[in-house]
């Protein structure tokens, strides 16, 4: 099964890898571009905490971290690495970029939960895009959601869009809306950007809901390697954002197969259950 799932994963990310070919240089070419896609090698540290009350009832310290780094002027990439109590993660972003007006790319990660069946791992992978518009971001991510290994073998379709308001260009609004392991989820948060030198930091906010309960998170995150350059600068010149964070989704999707609650493709009491 494991195999199989791998195999309609890489064969996805080879088709994904020929849009994002086929478009390169349509896109990349149409217009001038004065500033490369990442500006340079870059990196942030972010250390934060997640809840959801109600029946979902969890909570817990998260971990993540990403460093990017330009290819070529239109070109860059980002590795992502991160963990909660239980689950450890990679993810990579390889995208092209006009700083002044829009990101498109795909993106894969897989991360690794112990459960109660033993080690479940989920792989994802799609296509994201972001377009820039004075102090509007709208990102998005459409791709699908691989669960294999201890956990009963399931493909999710998975769709993420964002909303991002700059205030300043030092304090951002964040609207988030998830669809993944036929499960929905929104958030509504804020981040504001401390400027201390070399090292600066943001700290965040959210609430939000899943499944009738309500979330909430908040966080700190250092930049290193930035240049002194403002939160929406960073955003938009240098790291992409990261993917392996909190994510009610897919939290009380693995959340549930850490407690027994799905327990095979045909034995289970939870919701994730066929029929």
């Known amino acids: ?9 890489v064969a996805a990310l080879i088709g994904g890898g020929g849009v ?3 478009l390169l240089p349509s896109v990349a ?48 990439a980002q590795v992502d690495i991160g963990g909660t109590d239980g689950s450890v993660g990679v993810g990579l972003h390889l995208f092209m970029r006009n700083p002044d007006s829009y990101l498109f790319g795909i993106y894969a990660h897989r991360i690794n939960y112990d459960t109660a069946l033993g080690t479940a791992q989920n792989l ?15 990102a998005g991510f459409v791709g699908r959601d691989e669960v294999d290994g201890a956990a009963p073998s399931e493909s999710f379709s998975a769709v993420e869009l964002d909303l991002d308001y700059y205030l300043t260009d030092n304090t951002m609004l964040n609207f988030s809306a998830e669809r993944a392991f036929d499960e929905d989820a929104a958030t509504i948060g804020i ?19 899943y499944d009738g309960d309500a979330t909430g998170t908040i966080g700190i995150t250092v930049f290193f390697g930035n240049g002194g350059k403002s939160l929406k ?9 990261v993917r392996l964070g909190a994510s009610p989704t897919r939290s009380g999707y693995f959340d549930a197969l850490q407690a027994g609650t799905v327990t095979g493709p045909i034995l289970c009491t939870g919701k994730y259950c066929d029929g």
Do not use: C, W
């Open 124 to 138: 994802r992978y799609g296509l994201e895009a972001e377009g820039y518009f004075g102090n509007i971001t709208v």
């Open 233 to 241: 600068d960073i955003h938009r010149q240098n790291d992409p954002r």
């Open 29 to 76: 070419f149409a217009q001038d571009q004065d500033l490369p896609a990442v500006s340079n090698v870059n990196g942030k540290l972010s250390l934060g905490y997640a809840s959801a009350g109600g029946k979902t009832d969890s909570d817990g310290l998260f971990l993540n971290g990403a460093a990017s780094f330009p290819i070529s002027t239109r070109l860059g």
């Open 191 to 209: 981040t504001h950007m401390y400027d201390v030198g070399a090292t600066p930091f943001a700290v965040t906010g959210s609430v939000g809901t």
């Open 1 to 9: 099964m494991e195999h199989t799932t791998h195999s309609r994963a």
């Open 20 to 22: 994002f070919a086929a």
